[in-house]
């Protein structure tokens, strides 16, 4: 007897429909062998060995294994199959098959995604999101899955999610949702209700900075207009403390921008059972990450914190300190806003558009140009500088400089009311739906992602910008990136301006961010 059944495979951040066929044929016994299971359509590692998971589920589900040769096929037979969500689809198909969960008569509409224990239950899979996406797409109504997965996928519209946690549970929806009675179980219908990233609250906030004026206000351009970052201050100046306040002040997310950041997240295995990421990511890698954990790879390529943090702040602390070549990978993704990973059998693209806020100090020992004496010889600082290479330094849009907090300013004497986040994010807000209606239909969403074209057609400079612009250019030695970074970014502090010309306050401005002479 034949009987088909659904499944799904993630590559990449999507995922891709998998029919799994399940053949049973009349079996003579050879030297009291038991029946072959045969995998075939490219199984990996993990498939074949589901082999011995499914027969040992269904027995101890209290089911009957079919004696019975079943050969079981995953199409398209070209397409590689990796990973064990494939295990409840073929125990549901063997079951199907040998008529131990009844008579179906339309079980082409359901999708089944989920691995296996010994005793049947049924444990998550990474991808959730991709896979409700891909059923919606591909025209099915109803989705079975573990029932942790259940809130992720229950985000997507138009469909039937059926969490289930074993395989007796899964058997009983199939068995309703095939022979046409109805599930015994109410799907988990789709709730964005509690999707109100404008409420989120946050543990940390801008009010708790005392003093780096400047700072501050660069970090606020920053987030206008999604520009990279550097900040370089003496140690306990606040570099980190800025940094890990950065996302208090973004944009609040919509709700397309947090279903593309739990794709990542559910590819990843790192949503759990919190289903939809509502808050933009912060990722902090370790100065010790490699290029595959940076960037991403494998031998099943998987997104690296780049992709992970993607709509939100990628924050490189101690900037020096990381291997140069893994800094070096960094180069690509910030201009192409993706990441591109080939293999052999495959080549995977990751979305990758993040703001980098990267951190230093001045020198080996840390206080060139502070109150404590610094104890680094100029070839000392030299070195210790050139660890960064010129194109990636080149690609950050904003230099600022981070000095020690004064006593006064730590203790709040004198100082005015300190503005929290939520004034800032406000302000943050409207450059950005000024940005959004500039760019409308051009998939842009911050200055940062303008081209060539659109720097020419709004940022137009009267006479005494060009001219500020020039000396700039000639005097600091500055290249084209450099020219078309400063534009945007002046951009970006016009509209914070409500100006629809950059004027020659918000070039200068621009410029400052750019002049790391003392440093470099």
Same mark, same amino acid.
């Given at each position: ?24 044929? *009349? ?59 494939? $295990?409840? @689809? ?12 009844? $008579? ?19 444990? *998550? +899979? ?57 599930? *015994? ?24 900075? #005392? ?5 501050? #206000? ?48 559910? +590819? ?34 998987? @997104? ?57 100090? *001045?020198? @080996? ?42 006593? $006064? ?52 400079? $009267? ?58």
């Amino acid at each position: 007897m034949l009987f088909l059944t659904q499944s799904a495979s993630v590559y990449g951040i999507d995922a891709l429909i998998v029919d799994i066929e399940v053949h049973l044929q *009349p079996y003579s016994a050879e030297n009291e062998k038991s029946p072959p299971v045969i995998v075939v359509g490219l199984p990996d590692t993990a498939v074949r060995e589901s082999r011995e998971r499914i027969r040992a589920a269904i027995v101890n589900s209290g089911y009957f294994f079919p004696l019975q040769k079943t050969t079981i096929n995953l199409a398209p037979a070209d397409l590689k199959k990796e990973g064990a969500s494939f $295990d409840l @689809p073929i125990a549901l198909g063997i079951l199907g098959a040998s008529g131990e969960i009844g $008579d179906f008569t339309d079980f082409g509409k359901t999708l089944c995604v989920g691995e296996l224990s010994l005793d049947g239950r049924v444990r *998550p +899979v990474r991808g959730a999101l991709s896979i409700a996406i891909a059923v919606r797409d591909a025209g099915l109504r109803n989705i079975i899955l573990p029932e942790e997965n259940g809130p992720e996928a229950a985000v997507v519209a138009g469909i039937d999610v059926y969490p289930v946690s074993d395989l007796r549970m899964a058997c009983r929806v199939a068995s309703g949702l095939g022979n046409g009675k109805g599930s *015994p179980v109410e799907p988990l219908r789709p709730d964005a209700s509690h999707f109100e990233p404008s409420k989120q609250r946050y543990k940390v906030d801008f009010s708790e900075v #005392r003093g780096q004026i400047v700072a501050k #206000r660069a970090l606020e351009v920053a987030a206008a207009g999604g520009h990279n970052l550097l900040m370089i201050g003496s140690p306990g100046s606040g570099k980190t403390m800025l940094a890990k306040r950065l996302p208090t002040i973004l944009p609040p997310l919509e709700f397309e921008e947090a279903l593309e950041i739990t794709k990542i997240h559910s +590819v990843a295995g790192l949503t759990g059972k919190s289903g939809l990421v509502v808050g933009r990511p912060f990722k902090n890698p370790h100065h010790t990450v490699s290029q595959a954990g940076l960037i991403g790879g494998g031998s099943v390529p998987r @997104p690296g914190e780049v992709s992970l943090a993607h709509l939100g702040v990628l924050f490189l602390d101690e900037l020096p300190e990381f291997d140069r070549m893994v800094l070096e990978v960094l180069r690509q993704p910030m201009e192409d806003k993706q990441v591109t990973i080939s293999r052999a059998a495959t080549s995977l693209t990751f979305p990758a558009d993040f703001m980098l806020i990267a951190s230093m100090n *001045p020198c @080996p020992c840390g206080y060139f140009g502070s109150s404590t004496a610094c104890s680094c010889s100029p070839g000392m600082r030299q070195r210790y500088i050139s660890r960064i290479s010129g194109p990636l330094m080149d690609r950050i849009d904003i230099h600022v400089d981070v000095p020690e907090v004064r006593f $006064d300013e730590i203790r709040g004497r004198g100082n005015p009311e300190i503005e929290g986040s939520r004034k800032i994010r406000e302000r943050v807000a409207i450059a950005r739906r000024l940005q959004l209606r500039r760019f409308d239909g051009m998939g842009i969403f911050s200055n940062s992602g303008m081209t060539a074209k659109q720097i020419r057609d709004h940022c137009v400079l $009267d006479a005494a910008s060009e001219a500020l612009l020039e000396r700039a250019m000639t005097g600091q030695g500055l290249s084209a990136r450099a020219h078309d970074r400063i534009l945007k970014v002046a951009r970006t502090i016009a509209d914070m301006d409500d100006s629809g010309e950059i004027r020659r306050e918000h070039l200068s401005e621009a410029i400052g961010y750019r002049s790391l002479d003392r440093h470099f």
